[in-house]
């Protein structure tokens, strides 16, 4: 079970609450998200440390506090942490086959959405490593290699948009 919630403008967050069997409960989506470039990427940042920022922090404890009359009373924070969110360009995952790796296949960037799709998500990646194609889902949009350049010339053999058609001799 999961709660996700709109836009809560007071604090400039967008929750999502998660409550756990140990009668815990996660929150995540606290919005206030830095877009680090590829360049720093590259460069290493985030690879050791990714230290959670304290206005965001207090912004998602003040907005469930609004929301949760057991937190407003008692509620206080077991602990505070940050992450990377993968997100690729178009905000879709990379499902499929991984390109020039047989037997390889990717499925993540699923951004603040991969625990609710995880069951379709892990179903149709199933389908596709032991069948050769996912029936439950259409992977075509969710394509590895979107953003890789597709060669216009060059190379041996016929090509169609890009893909070998047989060679030519």
Known sequence: TALFCGEDNRFGTHLEVYPRPDDSIYICGIGGSDYISKEDLKAGAFREVCEAKESRVEAASASFREMSATYKAKGELDRVQACMRPCPPDAQP?????PGFEGAY??????????????????AMAELVLDGESTSVDLRPFEPARFTPVAKRGGRGRKRQGQSVGEQW
């Open 94 to 98: 990379y499902m499929g086959s991984v």
């Open 106 to 123: 990717i499925n993540a960037g699923h951004n603040c959405w991969g625990i609710a799709w995880a069951p379709a998500c892990g179903k």
